[in-house]
């Protein structure tokens, strides 16, 4: 029989990978108590970092319908950070803190669903922030919004430029 104890860490992590945007697990062996409590801060407040019971994670995983890949990561001292919001933030974090700190090692995640290798975890990393694409989306936007209305006004004072050349050639003509 389970124990009540574990029955209910099992149910919030299982939450935990369901109501995430992503989840990355990390290898922390070598971090110190102090070095971890700075990780979680610099990952503010978009993500939560656990170290976990990688008994419990499977389970969990497995209930949360997490894909097989993620089932191999689970080995050795592993946490999560479970990531609420932008994930491209999160894995910053991660990267950042992981260079300054040799013993963090990214060992892969979920990202909405699927899984992925700590290679394209590092490549996400790489990205520009989520608010920075969609300003930069809306520029563009707003450049071709500009473009389209230069060139719907050009058509008309073509058209009475044309018009005007064809009255000046008629006169001369005349």
């Excluded at 001292?77 to 700190?101: M, Y």
């Excluded at 050009?154 to 005349?174: F, I």
Aim: aromatic share 4%.
């Amino acid at each position: 029989m389970a124990r009540p104890d574990k029955v209910a860490a099992v149910a919030e992590l299982t939450e935990e990978f369901q109501s995430s945007q992503g989840a990355v697990l990390t290898e922390y062996r070598g971090l110190s108590v102090a070095q971890i409590t700075e990780l979680r801060r610099s990952l503010g407040q978009n993500a939560r970092f656990r170290i976990v019971k990688n008994t419990l994670s499977k389970i969990a995983a497995t209930e949360a319908g997490l894909d097989d890949q993620v089932m191999d990561l689970f080995e050795g001292p592993s946490a999560i950070a479970f990531v609420r919001g932008d994930v491209v933030e999160a894995a910053k974090g991660l990267r950042d803190f992981s260079k300054a700190n040799a013993p963090l090692v990214i060992k892969g995640g979920v990202i909405d669903g699927r899984a992925m290798t700590p290679e394209q975890i590092t490549q996400l990393a790489d990205l520009e922030s989520r608010e920075v694409l969609l300003a930069k989306l809306a520029g563009a936007l707003k450049a071709k919004q500009g473009q389209a209305a230069a060139l719907f006004q050009a058509l008309p004072s073509k058209a009475v430029r044309l018009a005007q050349a064809l009255a000046d050639k008629r006169s001369e003509e005349g």
